[in-house]
């Protein structure tokens, strides 16, 4: 076999007082395709900068074959100090590369080539460093969560690029289907070590729980062993002095092997509170209409959803699925058609952003609310440290503000938080981001056995294939249609999966090249003011408080001598009840409006 490209031996790194990595081994040859797979904070992203050149690991060698080239796709790009996107693609080119390819990559991942990489979204800029990335179609490419950011046509498109490419492939990615079509090795990488599988992905998991039962068993050997040797010390020593103090030694090293051994993570407990039951049928919409300044999102929609249903919405970004969802659940009206919601409905809403998590609260206050020590959860308290290490978080991490914390940190808490308020209606919206494959598979339990009805919007055809029970599809041009079954059933049924939106590229399938003195400046992208940026942000926490004064004023209306004790302020507090619900409607729809608006502009 020749030699590898790239090898990483006996990578150490400890970081503060937790050693991350504790040996790693990773080897890259020529037309490799590696998953690398591991729990949240296994420290994948940091092997992966370590492969890269950018982490000088403690310990250990990193060795690059001369004369190999690579590229990095990290999670946060960088793109100050370029004159524009196109100008930041090339960055990675060199003498001799297809100057076809960065048009290329720009219009498949629906960018602008002239765009200010100033005025950018998140997830434009993700999609920037994905071009950069593939452009060269260098020998050795890594891809830190490479689908993230990324609507079902572009994903798909994704697979067939990487898989025609030459290049050797390392991947980290939250996406199963992704990685079982396009790897044929894996590295776990657990408490420190990197394993290895001559496998692809689709083997891995029976492997890994394999390995952890052994482990076990191995384990459990162990401290009978510790047992034995202990009884021996206290009613088998003899005579034989120079015996004795060596199976005294052996103990010792029994013991501190145990002492040293670091058990698997720990999975997420989750627990959902579940509401009254609903009605038979939850949501009836008949002929459901809605268009936002002349375009037409929803038109003519009609679906009944019963009880214990897990619809499933797919489509490009920008086809409206967030409208679709707030017309069935009834937090905006229809211009046309009519929308009736079972009895007894109680909703719980996780947001594709986070928005209702504020930044600035800890994470003890996000979960209990604030004033308490306890979390009401499935019929019951818990307390909140409880809690918290039931969706891994240590305790010293109760005053973290959650704006410090990472990404599967907050989807953790978003989950923590919607999972503890009563519901019987679940809408999920990107629910998968940032969690890891261990997490994802006790959401996918949590959804199969949740009593209610559930309404996931997800690019993730794989969890959409566990969990849904029929797939509604954005067609285009506001038509919507509902397939029976999972993401694979929809294709079946259809023939095709998600259709990528129609972007209009000027003269895309020319070079692009760093631009020359132009006769006039390209007309500025539209994007969002500070006004409607600084709405957005602020109007969720609003809301939130609006809720807040809306519960506690029920809750003195609903007190029986309240009207016989003070009329006054009876009609006082019905009449600020009564404007309290109007200022809220008024909120969630400006900001209903701006997110419109935002997913139209940025396309994420």
Request: aromatic share 4%.
């Amino acid at each position: 076999m020749a030699p590898p490209l790239l090898t990483l031996a006996g990578i150490e790194l400890t970081i503060g007082t937790q050693k991350l990595l504790d040996g790693a081994e990773l080897s890259v040859h020529a037309g490799d395709r590696i998953a690398l797979v591991g729990r949240n904070g296994s420290g994948k992203s940091t092997l992966m900068k370590i492969a890269a050149g950018l982490i000088e690991p403690d310990g250990g060698e990193r060795f690059l074959k001369p004369g190999t080239t690579t590229q990095y796709l990290p999670q946060e790009p960088d793109l100050t100090g370029y004159q524009n996107v196109a100008d930041f693609v090339e960055g990675a080119m060199t003498v001799g590369h297809d100057p076809y390819r960065v048009p290329y990559l720009i219009g498949e991942l629906g960018l602008d080539g002239s765009a200010d990489p100033a005025t950018l979204s998140g997830g434009e800029a993700r999609r920037a460093a994905l071009a950069r990335a593939l452009a060269p179609e260098p020998e050795v490419l890594l891809l830190d969560e490479p689908t993230n950011h990324l609507d079902l046509p572009a994903i798909e498109w994704l697979e067939a690029e990487l898989r025609s490419m030459k290049s050797a492939l390392v991947l980290i990615s939250h996406d199963r289907r992704f990685l079982t079509e396009l790897t044929r090795k894996t590295v776990w990488l657990d408490r420190g070590i990197a394993r290895e599988l001559n496998e692809g992905f689709a083997g891995f998991e029976a492997w890994r729980d394999k390995t952890l039962e052994e482990e076990e068993t191995a384990q459990h050997k162990l401290d009978r062993q510790i047992v034995r040797e202990e009884h021996w010390l206290r009613y088998g020593v003899t005579a034989r002095r120079k015996r004795n103090v060596r199976r005294l030694g052996d103990l010792n090293k029994l013991r501190q092997q145990r002492r040293d051994y670091r058990g698997p993570q720990g999975n997420v407990s989750m627990a959902v509170t579940e509401g009254r039951s609903s009605g038979a049928i939850v949501i009836d919409a008949e002929h459901l209409s809605k268009a936002f300044d002349g375009q037409q999102i929803v038109e003519d929609f009609s679906i009944r959803v019963m009880r214990g249903d897990r619809i499933g919405v797919v489509g490009p970004n920008g086809a409206g699925k967030t409208t679709l969802i707030k017309l069935l659940t009834g937090q905006i009206e229809p211009d046309a058609g009519t929308i009736k919601l079972g009895a007894s409905i109680e909703l719980a809403h996780i947001d594709q952003r986070r928005a209702a998590l504020n930044p600035d609260i800890t994470l003890k206050d996000a979960l209990t609310g604030g004033g308490t020590d306890l979390v009401q959860v499935a019929g019951g308290s818990k307390h909140v440290i409880a809690y918290m290490k039931d969706f891994l978080f240590a305790p010293e991490q109760a005053g973290t503000p959650i704006g410090v914390l990472s990404g599967g940190e907050r989807a953790r808490v978003a989950l923590a938080r919607i999972l503890s308020l009563p519901s019987n209606l679940l809408v999920l919206d990107e629910p998968t981001n940032d969690l890891d494959l261990e997490t994802l598979d006790l959401l996918e339990e949590l959804v199969a056995d949740y009593k209610g009805t559930v309404i996931v919007v997800s690019h993730d055809r794989d969890f959409l294939d566990r969990v849904a029970t029929s797939i509604i599809m954005a067609e285009g041009q506001g038509q919507f249609t509902e397939y029976a079954g999972g993401y694979s059933d929809m294709v079946a049924q259809r023939g095709g999966g998600v259709s990528k939106k129609p972007v209009k590229q000027a003269e895309a399938a020319k070079p692009v090249s760093k631009p020359a003195q132009a006769p006039s400046a390209p007309k500025p992208k539209r994007k969002l003011s500070f006004k409607e940026k600084h709405a957005l942000e602020t109007l969720p926490a609003r809301m939130q408080t609006i809720e807040v004064e809306i519960a506690e004023a029920e809750r003195r209306l609903a007190d029986p001598d309240f009207y016989r004790k003070d009329p006054e302020g009876f009609d006082k507090t019905s009449k600020a009840h009564a404007a309290l619900q109007t200022e809220l409607e008024e909120a969630e729809q400006q900001w209903l409006e701006l997110e419109i608006l935002r997913e139209e502009l940025e396309g994420s």
